[in-house]
């Protein structure tokens, strides 16, 4: 799957402009398509979650009955400051 770019910087950006600490998946979908950025699947950015932990823009947290969210790691703030 190839990475898109705009995505992976939307989603960072999502993560750091909220205030909360993590993020959990479908929070981050309700911010997209609040934001018009209704192109985007679930699919396709669940996808893109696995691939940003993966590659360390991202770190999963683990929440109160299994759940998972999201929060930025170092990786993500250095891309982010480079765009």
Known sequence: ??????????????????????????SLLNELKRMGKCEYSAELVHEHLQMMLQGGLL???TLAQDKVAYTMDWGGLDYLESN
């Open 1 to 26: 799957m190839p990475r898109n770019e705009p995505l992976v910087f939307f989603i960072l950006k999502i993560v750091r402009t909220l205030r909360a600490p993590f993020l959990e998946e479908q």
């Open 59 to 61: 770190k999963a947290v």
